[in-house]
């Protein structure tokens, strides 16, 4: 079954079918309300960037060296990834959530050693 976003859920249906997931939630740090996006619809990073801008709010702020914010994603082995030049298809297989960080929080976080946390 899908959703008005055309994402499938792997929990619907008699038997849950893990790699049926086709959204991948996002959220802006600090904030209780995320979405829910399709990146299969997608067809990579510039489209992932302008999507992002427009379901937050935020056009013109994740762009270019003094974005305002930065795109950090749990991958599916746990791990907390700073978005950089991941081939778009393997970002895709790999990522499970998406965070929006402030650049200026992320940066404070890296120079004490911390890494935000994901979960």
Not at 15 to 42: F, M, Q, W, Y
Not at 51 to 74: A, K, Q, S
Not at 93 to 118: C, F, H, N, Q, W
Request: charged share 20%.
């Amino acid at each position: 079954m899908s959703d008005s976003d055309g994402c499938e859920s792997s929990i619907e249906g008699p038997e849950p079918v893990p790699d049926r997931r086709t959204c991948t939630k996002v959220h802006i740090n600090g904030r209780p309300i995320g979405r829910a996006i399709n990146l299969s619809s997608l067809s990579g990073y510039g489209d992932l960037v302008t999507l992002l801008e427009d379901t937050f709010g935020i056009r013109g702020e994740l762009r270019g060296p003094n974005g305002m914010w930065t795109i950090v994603y749990l991958n599916h082995n746990g791990q907390t990834v700073i978005l950089s030049d991941t081939p778009w298809r393997e970002f895709c297989t790999s990522v499970e959530k998406i965070v929006l960080y402030s650049t200026d929080e992320l940066i404070r976080m890296m120079r004490v050693g911390a890494m935000p946390v994901i979960s």
